[in-house]
């Protein structure tokens, strides 16, 4: 999806924004998984308005380079400390060989255009024994994933192009990555169900974007009574996958 052609990025940071502790969990299992090795610089790979960019920076006190193709995305990023935002896509990375210790790619996998080209740059890309962390959204994971079940034709494109973890866990290995581990994350997405509906009401996830505007309001309805009926105070998790590789 060409993010510059929506209205997402207007929306986007408000719509998918991550509660504190959330990104404090992504970072610590990031570092779980990456141990002790130092990771001066990170790609931050489709870092769209960089929900992850800075707090990666402060994290493993690193440079990161936040790179989109997105210059919509790319403008809503708010604070650029540590970070260098780079206009580009996955495909075609401008950074030199083994530039960077971390590849962290959030939410990206299911909308490059070249999968295996994006692959080859990464490589390229990563020191030897570097990491490339995936934090996506699988086929497997989608149920767990509240506000889909009244949106069902954005459920069923999600199925269509969301991974599968077994094509994560069969296509990266054949770029030269080694698994280092996965899990799945059970995060926080919103302190209530109220405020689920208010993100949700924005209309700031690419999967509802493009459902016709009839079906999204009968959904947000949908969404608005089960909460109604079933409490608007309780917390909302959903899951989300975490692959780690690291190259050969
Ligand atoms: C769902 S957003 C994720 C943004 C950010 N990583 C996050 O987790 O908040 C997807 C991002 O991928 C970017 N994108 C789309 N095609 C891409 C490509 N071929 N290479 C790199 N990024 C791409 C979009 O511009 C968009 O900013």
Redesign the pocket.
């Known amino acids: 999806?060409?993010?510059?052609a929506t209205g997402i990025?207007e929306f986007?940071d408000k719509a998918?924004r991550l509660p504190e502790e959330t990104i404090t969990l992504w970072l610590n299992r990031i570092a779980y998984h990456t141990g002790v090795r130092p990771l001066t610089y990170i790609a931050?790979?489709?870092?769209?308005?960089?929900?992850?960019s800075v707090p990666l920076h402060n994290r493993f006190m690193s440079t990161v380079f936040g790179?989109?193709?997105?210059r919509k995305?790319l403008d809503k990023v708010s604070s650029t400390e540590g970070v260098t935002l780079i206009q580009?896509?996955?495909?075609q990375i401008p950074l030199a060989n083994h530039a960077v210790d971390m590849v962290f790619?959030?939410?990206?996998f299911h909308?490059?255009?070249?999968e295996h080209a994006?692959l080859d740059e990464v490589k390229r890309t990563l020191k030897p024994d570097g990491f490339f962390c995936i934090?996506n959204s699988t086929v497997e994971n989608l149920d767990s994933i509240l506000h889909l079940k009244f949106f069902p034709r954005a459920y069923r494109d999600d199925h269509t192009l969301l991974p599968g973890r077994h094509e994560i866990l069969t296509l990266i290995p054949q770029h030269g990555f080694a698994l280092k581990g996965h899990e799945i994350v059970h995060q926080l997405f919103a302190h209530s169900r109220r405020e689920l509906i208010d993100k949700i009401r924005m209309r700031g996830l690419?999967d509802l974007a493009i459902i016709p505007d009839r079906e999204f309001a009968e959904g947000l309805t949908a969404l608005e009574t089960y909460c109604l009926k079933h409490g608007t105070d309780t917390p909302v998790y959903e899951d989300m996958d975490l692959f780690v590789f690291q190259r050969a």
């Open positions: 999806m060409k993010y510059d990025p986007y998918r931050d790979l489709g870092c769209g308005t960089g929900r992850f790179i989109d193709p997105s995305m580009a896509c996955a495909e790619c959030s939410q990206v909308h490059l255009r070249n994006a934090r690419s």
